[in-house]
């Protein structure tokens, strides 16, 4: 048996999975202030009475880093940037506190200047007295030398609750995106952090001791306990479990737009068959540019539970979410509330949503079924117009998808693929306003918990090689060795491979099903005065993302079977 949980803003979704199909599922409010009840509630509703000793592996998602860019509520972090001659590293600023200092080394990984520990000891005497508790360290070419920032951390001392150095974060040349980067896994660390602790806590409640996985961006797993070390791995881990859950359960022959809808956000993705788009590079969520590799994704600060607002008589739906709807208890009004008021959702307390909704329709000059008919249209449009920019970003480069390069290819979408809590409320409307043939998806209220268990484990090595210095290096994985004449790029490739393998059956991939690909390999030649003198080589592997092998079968069972608490829904 296999869990999957998925952790939103506004609801934690939890399914187990056997043999037979959908065994169980829940869906529980999502409580920031307590993740370890709402954790465990979730693991109550699909475990009892069940033999856990007989579940394999938990597998989590999480939007909770997501949300937290997207609503700009990441707690203020300390950077550290060092680049020496050339390039100003303040272009690239990411926050208030980022301070720039002396020392570099150069692209082959020589020191050109030395750090000033005065310097380091000063900023971090700012950082404390700023009560900051994380910071990020970025020197320009520590992937050649990570000396400079293992010094920087060294003398950042132990009075902060986590450093983070650039090296570790990422091994691209990148500088700009390797900030961002690094400044993301220190701001979302606390959140992250909390999380890690909850789903420990809850399952140290229940006596389970299982493998557990998290979800990447990139569709992938790894161990839960690696994500601690690299916290920005769970952005956008919420919207690929969605696309997963999508392949899974819905993915057709067509393009296709992903859409998950959510209390909080909504998140999108686009689909050429059953394969993902993927940015192999690094994608960009607000207004960071990062070496975060993943689903080309979409979110957006629009759901279910967006507070609706009228501004100077004009109707705004989001981005923020103030609570669950009136409908549930809230005092903002929401998309809701609105479903409920034109009778789209059924609920038994339908007029205290009309009753929540008057004010704005009376401000407004329309009728109570006007008004909320123009919030549930302000809020599938902003979701359609979000799918057209996901779109055109994609097509205004090449398109990548899990399994290749479509050189040329220009995705066109036929169809929406929906899913999340709301989704079936929402098809209708979103049908009125596009072309596109709009279907909910199979289990739509836990695809994104299916896609999550269903995901196999990933991860990625590059390697850097000079031959005139005779040394290869992977710094992210703490590897340096030195190379014999004759060393190539074939070599190179060889060698990632192995450091692939090998970090890939740690982290518990399949090693009977394990597809590794080089995607990147390049070597240049260096020139001294007229003569050759080395190679930089560079090389970068992956193990491909996609579902677990063996999983049609399940596929079949879940789509055909109707588990006994298929509608249980429980609220913290």
């Not at 999502?30 to 000793?53: I, K, N, Y």
């Not at 700012?126 to 010094?151: T, W, Y």
């Not at 140290?204 to 690299?230: H, I, Q, T």
Request: proline share 6%; hydrophobic share 40%.
């Amino acid at each position: 048996m296999i869990i999957g949980l998925d952790v939103g803003g506004t609801h934690t979704d939890v399914v187990l999975l056997n043999n037979a199909g959908l065994l169980r599922q829940a869906k529980v409010s999502t409580d920031a202030s307590d993740l370890f009840r709402s954790v465990l509630m979730g693991l109550d509703a699909v475990t009892e009475g069940v033999d856990t000793g007989a579940i394999r592996r938990i597998v989590l998602s999480t939007t909770l880093t997501t949300n937290a860019i997207i609503q700009d509520t990441i707690p203020p972090v300390g950077m550290i940037v060092s680049a020496g001659p050339g390039i100003d590293p303040e272009h690239f600023r990411t926050n208030p506190h980022y301070i720039c200092v002396k020392g570099s080394i150069d692209h082959r990984g020589r020191e050109v200047e030395p750090v000033l520990p005065e310097e380091i000891r000063a900023a971090a005497g700012h950082f404390r007295d700023s009560g900051i508790r994380q910071v990020g360290v970025v020197g320009k070419f520590s992937v050649r030398n990570p000396a400079h920032e293992i010094r920087i951390g060294e003398l950042l001392g132990d009075s902060f609750d986590k450093i983070f150095l650039g090296h570790r974060v990422s091994g691209s040349l990148n500088f700009a995106r390797r900030i961002a980067t690094t400044y993301l896994n220190a701001a979302v660390y606390p959140i992250h952090k909390a999380f890690f602790d909850a789903v420990l806590n809850s399952l140290d409640v229940k006596g389970m001791r299982l493998p557990l996985r998290l979800l990447k961006a990139d569709g992938g797993n790894m161990k839960l306990e690696a994500s601690v070390e690299y916290p920005a791995q769970t952005i956008l881990s919420g919207p690929a479990a969605s696309v997963m859950g999508a392949v899974a359960m819905a993915a057709g022959d067509e393009d296709a737009i992903v859409m998950d809808i959510g209390g909080t956000t909504t998140d999108l993705a686009v689909l050429i068959g059953r394969a993902p788009v993927l940015d192999p590079h690094g994608i960009a969520i607000g207004p960071y540019r990062t070496l975060i590799r993943s689903l080309e994704t979409l979110s957006i600060g629009m759901g279910g539970d967006s507070a609706v607002r009228l501004k100077d008589g004009r109707l705004t739906v989001g981005p923020d979410r103030q609570g669950p709807a009136i409908l549930f208890g809230g005092s903002v009004p929401t998309p809701t509330d609105a479903l409920a008021a034109i009778g789209d959702f059924a609920h038994d307390d339908r007029e205290r949503a009309r009753a929540g909704l008057r004010p704005l329709a009376d401000s407004s000059g329309v009728s109570i079924d006007a008004f909320a008919d123009r919030v549930v249209e302000t809020a599938c449009r902003a979701m359609l117009e979000a799918s057209e920019r996901l779109t055109a970003h994609i097509n205004g480069k090449p398109v990548y998808t899990l399994h290749e390069l479509k050189e040329g290819y220009q995705v066109r979408p036929r169809s929406v693929l929906v899913l999340g809590g709301p989704a079936p409320y929402f098809a209708k409307h979103l049908q009125r306003l596009t072309p596109m043939h709009v279907r909910v998806v199979p289990r739509w209220q836990v695809a994104n918990a299916i896609g999550a268990a269903l995901a196999r484990t990933t991860c990625e090595v590059g390697l850097f090689a000079d031959t005139e210095q005779r040394v290869a290096t992977a710094p992210a994985e703490n590897f340096l060795q030195p190379i014999p004449d004759g060393y190539g790029l074939e070599a190179a490739t060889a060698q990632a491979l192995d450091l692939l393998r090998v970090k890939a059956l740690e982290r518990g991939a399949n090693p009977d099903y394990l597809e590794m690909e080089v995607v990147e390999s390049q070597q240049f030649n260096m020139v001294r005065g007229f003569n050759t003198s080395g190679k930089n080589i560079r090389v970068r592997v992956q193990v491909k993302p996609g579902l677990i092998h063996g999983y049609d079968h399940l596929l079949k069972r879940l789509l055909e079977s109707n588990p006994k608490n298929e509608h249980r829904n429980t609220s913290v």
